[in-house]
C-alpha cells in the first residue's frame, strides 16, 4: 500500500462527513423553518424532507466522528493534552452534537402537528444560525491553529 494511503482515506472520510453532516443538518433546519413559516398541504413534506436530510446528517456524523477518532489515535503519544485548538475543537463538536440532538427533537415534535397550526420559526432559525456558527468557528480553528501533526507523504 502507498505509504500516507489510511491517512489520507481517513482525512477523505472526515472531509466527506464534515460536508455531509453540516450541510445536511443545516438543511434539516432550513426545511423547518419553511415548515413552521407555511401552514397547508406542504407540511408533512417538508417534516418527511427533514427526515430524509437528518439520516444524511447522521451518516455524515459516522464518517466524522470515526475518522476523526482515528486521526486523533494517529498523534504522537502525550500531544494531546497540551494541544488546546483541539480541546476548543472537541468542545465546539459537542455543541453541533447538541444542536443536532435539538434539531432531531422539534422534527419529531412538529411533524405530528396539524397542517394549519400555527407555529414560530424562532427555534428552527436559532439552530440553524448557530449551526452555520459553529461551522465556522471549527473549521477555523482547524486551519488557523498550531501545531498539526498529521502529515501525507505527497504533501
Ligand atoms: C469527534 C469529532 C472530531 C475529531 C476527533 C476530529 C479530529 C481531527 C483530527 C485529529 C484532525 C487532524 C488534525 C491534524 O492536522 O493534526 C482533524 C482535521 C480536520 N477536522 Fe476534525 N475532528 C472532529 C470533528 C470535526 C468537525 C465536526 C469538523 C467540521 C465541522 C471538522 C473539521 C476538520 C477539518 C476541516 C480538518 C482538516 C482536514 C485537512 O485539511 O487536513 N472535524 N480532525
Given at each position: ?48 424532507l427533514a427526515g430524509r436530510l437528518n ?101
Amino acid at each position: 500500500m502507498m505509504p500516507g494511503m489510511n491517512l489520507g482515506l481517513s482525512l477523505l472520510l472526515h472531509v466527506v462527513g464534515v460536508v455531509l453532516w453540516m450541510g445536511s443538518l443545516m438543511a434539516m433546519s432550513r426545511a423547518l423553518v419553511l415548515l413552521a413559516k407555511r401552514p397547508g398541504p406542504g407540511r408533512p413534506v417538508l417534516a418527511e424532507l427533514a427526515g430524509r436530510l437528518n439520516i444524511m446528517a447522521l451518516l455524515g456524523l459516522v464518517l466524522t466522528v470515526g475518522s476523526g477518532l482515528y486521526q486523533l489515535m494517529l498523534w504522537p503519544a502525550g500531544v494531546f493534552k497540551n494541544t488546546r485548538w483541539m480541546h476548543h475543537k472537541l468542545t465546539a463538536v459537542i455543541a453541533v452534537v447538541v444542536v443536532h440532538v435539538l434539531t432531531i427533537r422539534l422534527q419529531r415534535k412538529w411533524r405530528s402537528l396539524g397542517e394549519n397550526d400555527a407555529l414560530r420559526p424562532g427555534p428552527a432559525s436559532a439552530l440553524h444560525g448557530i449551526a452555520g456558527l459553529l461551522l465556522f468557528a471549527i473549521v477555523g480553528l482547524v486551519y488557523f491553529s498550531l501545531p498539526h501533526f498529521l502529515h501525507i507523504p505527497t504533501m
